[in-house]
Nanobody, 120 residues
Framework: QVHLVESGGGLAQPGGSLKLSCSASRSIATIYAIGWYRQLPGKQRELVAGFINNGSPKYADSVKGRFTLSRDNAENMVHLQMNSLKPEDTAVYYC??????????????WGEGTLVTVSS
């Protein structure tokens, strides 16, 4: 199992920056997939950025060139640096992890979420 705790959400102006952090309760090097999703008001949760099998980060088209995903294996943390923020980035951001070794279909873990509001 893995417990995920997000931090770093808040209010930013358009064009501004925020950094989100996700702390995991166990070694992230052993987690098959870890990253960030977001849920915009009235919409389904969507992938923002993530690592799969310790590979290079993958990004949603909407955030490419603006967001940067990084990892700190020593601290078991994943960070999402968000630059050039837009009002449409306003959402609740969730840290997510997937472990395919648990059960027949694997296990998905979610943090409680952190609110990001982009507004002037």
């Amino acid at each position: 199992q893995v417990h995920l705790v997000e931090s770093g959400g808040g209010l930013a102006q358009p064009g501004g920056s925020l950094k989100l952090s996700c702390s995991a309760s166990r070694s992230i090097a052993t987690i098959y997939a870890i990253g960030w999703y977001r849920q915009l008001p009235g919409k389904q949760r969507e992938l923002v950025a993530g690592f799969i099998n310790n590979g290079s980060p993958k990004y949603a088209d909407s955030v490419k060139g603006r967001f940067t995903l990084s990892r700190d294996n020593a601290e078991n943390m994943v960070h999402l640096q968000m630059n050039s923020l837009k009002p449409e980035d306003t959402a609740v951001y969730y840290c997510n992890a997937f472990d395919p070794s648990i059960g027949p279909e694997g296990m998905i873990y979610w943090g409680e979420g952190t609110l990001v509001t982009v507004s002037s």
